[in-house]
């Protein structure tokens, strides 16, 4: 589903607000020079530093102003489950096409606790999450969450 050059924007700001002239601009340059892909609200895009609202917006606008044209892949990732997971229900309800998630980096659970946490966002949205592969963060996740494919067939939203 996912192949090519897949850019993680950056949010642009202006006088402490989103500047949504810029991010439509910079969304149409990247689709003009073929990038294949856009993860709006990645951590290359002040993903932490947003508010919910600033978030919703961004993955909104970006959405709306791809248009189908290429793939949206949200950032959704949070140390908490439960904000990942709504923030991935919310990428599903904007149209994005997938949402990418990160391992939780602040309070670094057990295998186990990385295994539940993508299986809790996996099981409760309609999206394909893959996490973010960032080896400094998440090598120890991607080994356990090999064994999220034995539920592939009853999911559909596989990482």
């Known amino acids: 589903?996912?192949?090519?050059?897949?850019?993680?924007?950056?949010?642009?700001?202006?006088?402490?607000?989103?500047?949504?002239?810029?991010?439509?601009?910079?969304?149409?340059?990247?689709?003009?020079?073929?990038?294949?892909?856009?993860?709006?609200?990645?951590?290359?895009?002040?993903?932490?530093?947003?508010?919910?609202?600033?978030?919703?917006?961004?993955?909104?606008?970006?959405?709306?102003t791809v248009d189908k044209r290429i793939p949206v892949i949200a950032g959704a990732g949070s140390n908490s489950t439960a904000e990942a997971t709504i923030l991935t229900k919310y990428a599903a309800d904007a149209g994005a096409d997938a949402a990418l998630l990160v391992s939780p980096y602040y309070n670094k659970p057990t295998q186990e606790g990385l295994y539940r946490h993508y299986m809790t966002i996996a099981e409760a949205g309609p999206l394909a999450a893959p996490p973010a592969k960032n080896p400094a963060k998440a090598d120890s996740a991607l080994r356990r969450l090999a064994s999220l494919s034995e539920y592939s067939g009853s999911i559909p939203n596989r990482c």
């Open 1 to 64: 589903m996912f192949k090519g050059s897949i850019v993680a924007l950056v949010t642009p700001f202006s006088a402490g607000k989103v500047d949504e002239k810029s991010y439509v601009e910079l969304i149409e340059w990247h689709i003009e020079q073929g990038t294949h892909g856009i993860v709006p609200c990645g951590t290359t895009g002040e993903s932490a530093t947003l508010t919910f609202e600033e978030h919703k917006r961004v993955v909104e606008l970006c959405v709306n």
